[in-house]
Structure formats: C-alpha cells, structure tokens
C-alpha cells in the first residue's frame, strides 16, 4: 500500500484533552454543487451526511444551486450564487438587479474570463459565512469545492477534503473530443480552475479518496503528496439498491447513468454501439437515467432517429431507480475514465448484469472480467458493442454475473462504514498539535 492506512481514534496519543476520542462531533459540510442529479457529488453528500447523523453526529451542511437532498435531521444552510448554470437557462448572464454581494460580483467576473466560477465564488461565500461561527463547529468537511476561500478557512476551523478524482481528467478527455484549436483554448481556459483546487489540496491536512486508482492520479495530476491522502470507499445501500424478482426484465433493454453529456461519460460511445447493435437486427432500447441535453449524444440520437429507442428519466425516487434496473436486462457504464463510478455498485447491488469499462478505476470497483462484470475497452464502440452483444446472448452468464456483482458489493461498500472511516479520519486531524490550538481558540476545549 503506497499510502498510510487508517488510524482510528482510540489509538491517537494526541487527542486533545477534552475532546471525547469517541463522542459526537459537530460537523460543517460544505457542497457548492449537491443535488443528486447533478452526479456522484449530490449522491455522495445525500447519503454520507445521513449516516454521519446514525452514528450520532451533528452535521450542517453549507450548499449552492442546485441544493442538496438531505435527511430531515440534517440543517440545510443556503449560499445562494447567481445560478449562472441552471436546467434552463445554462450559462446565462444576470440582470443587474440580481447583484447583492461582492461574492456575486467575483462569480460573474470569473465567469466573464471563460472560466468556471462556481468553486471560487462558493469557498467565498462559505468563507464569509462559517468564519465568525467558528465556535460552533469541530470540523469542516469540503466535498471538492478547494477554492481559495477554504485554503483560508482551514487557517480557522480544522478541515478535511474529498477529492473524488482529478478534474484534470475531465479537461484532458474534454480537449482530446474538441473539433479545432480554437474549442481546445476555449475549454482549458474554462478547467483552469484545477490549478486552484490542486494547490488547494497539496496545502489540506487530509484528503480523502475514493479509490487506489484516483489516489495515483490525484498525486501524478495534481501534485497532492500521498501521505496527505487516505481510502475512504463510498457506499450503496444494499437494502434500497436490492434486486425485484417481481418485476419482468424487458428484452433488449439498457440502462445507463449521465448526469451530463461529456466526454469523460462515454454515453456517444454507447449510442454508436447500440446503432451498430440495431443493424444487426437486435430490438435494443435504452434508458438514460439523467436529463436530454445538447451535445454529442443528442446529436447522435438525432442522426440516428432513435428518440424512440431511447428514454431519458430524471427527478423519480431512488426507488423508481431500483425498477428501473429491475427492468433492464443490462446495465451499462461506458465511461472513459471514473474516481470511482456509484452508478455502477448501485447497479451491481441490484443484480443486473453490468457491462463496463477498463476506464480509470472501474476495474478496480467491477472486479473480474466474466465473474462479476462484462468487461470492455474504454473508448472503443466495437469492444463495448462486442461485450454488450456476448452478454444479451447470454443469459446464464448474465444471471451469474448478476448475482456475482450484487455479492461483490454488499460484501465491500455500505454507506455506514464509508462513514465509520471517514470520522476516523476527522479523529485523526483533529489530533494534529495545530488543530488542537484551532480547537482551543474556537472554545471548542
């Protein structure tokens, strides 16, 4: 292991005298981006800060557009930003009249440069905020803001960071699909915001990670020493995310998760292999859990006239979700590249048969190649349609598998241990000389 393991609290000799090596804390959580269908993020916060709260703590959590969905015992405190990136006007300029704080006025400034604001503009914003209520709070918790604004709250509050994976794949992946110079400038000039965060981190007490594969990258990207960072898988909840036997599998049918149409997702790539698939002669229909937007995939879905073929679902419960899979006879991650990848363990913890990727940590997560996942090439239509092909005429391999994978991950992630070892880590810091003075100062001793 190239990192440090977990320590847990009742073994640190420098707990601070007066603070319960066991007891609950009061935790500030912070999301500038939270909702559940905005992505891993809003599902990672929704279910982390509840089970934070089943194991007794106190957890506020400090969130932009869109807000989080949250247990009823959780405080939900809004930042509100000018929302330049909402469902139905994204990228739109404000009105004058909407301008209400120096922070808004720093949002539309960075925006104005071409670069994405919402990090910089949210650790402002909280920054001002949690400030003056230091006293009030143990620990700070950033769910991969790592704007300025936090750097300069940890001087204050004793703080931890999960960073999911390095954004810098994202840009990479991003410039590699652009059509021309001018559109690569333009989307390097728009992830500049990584420099940030990666300074940002390199300076963080701790960083947590969710798999072995986004700790190398973290450290090879952005620079981010590796006895700074600490595993702390995240979760499914094996009794929501449970297979339906009830329900019929329909023929044919996929599903797949896309919270945006980017490159990094993989969704063109699924579309191109259900094209090939349909020329075939196959019936093959596809669910997109995630909302139609303009890009690739649209266009394909256009070019191709496959709006009846395809449906897009978005804003049902997590139970809907759980049908949903009930009724594929597939699920599909075509990802290019994933820290992590919560689509693929909620739809493994179902028993549908996954096919997935070799991108980033997918592996890593999927296990074994024709033991609890179908395997393919990241990036490559022909193995992705080849896999997707072996699978549906396959249905003895796909209930092994099915059952295989649900196995894999009741045994490996629930959402009560990813927070078992993340308060291991909040004891840890919390035990570090300089955030015993925070502490100290804070009247929290």
Known sequence: MIYPPVTHADSLPGMPKGLDPNGPLRIAYLTYRGKPHVGGQGVYTRHLTKALVDLGHDVEVFGGQPYPVLDERITLTKLPSLDLFNDHYPGRFPAFWEFKTREDFLEVGVFSTGVFPEPLAFSARVHRHLVPRAGEFDLIHDNQCLGWGIKKLEKVIPTIVTLHHPITRDRALEMKAAPNLYKRLSIGRWYSFVKMQGKVASQMPRVVVVSENSINDIHTDMGVDLDRMRLVPVGVDPDLFTPLPDVKRRAGRLITTASADVALKGLAYLIEAMVKLRNEGRDISLTIIGR????????????????????????????????????????????????FSLPAIEAMCTGTPLVATDGGALPEVTGIDGETVFRC?????????????????????????????????????????????????????????????????????
């Open 292 to 339: 139609p937007k303009p890009g690739k995939s649209m266009d394909l879905i256009d070019r191709y006239d496959l709006h009846p073929h395809i449906e897009f679902v978005s804003g049902v419960s997590d139970e809907r979700i759980v049908e949903l899979y009930a009724e594929a006879e597939l699920a599909v991650v075509p990802s290019l590249y994933e820290g």
């Open 377 to 445: 090439a990241a990036g490559d239509v022909n193995s992705l349609a080849r896999s997707i092909r072996q699978a549906l005429d396959s249905p003895e391999a796909r209930a092994s598998i099915g059952a295989a994978g649900r196995q894999r991950v009741t045994e490996r992630w629930s959402w009560r241990h990813c927070a078992e070892l993340t308060v291991d880590q909040y004891r840890e810091v919390l035990s570090m000389p300089e955030n015993v003075q925070k502490l100290e100062r804070n009247g929290r001793l």
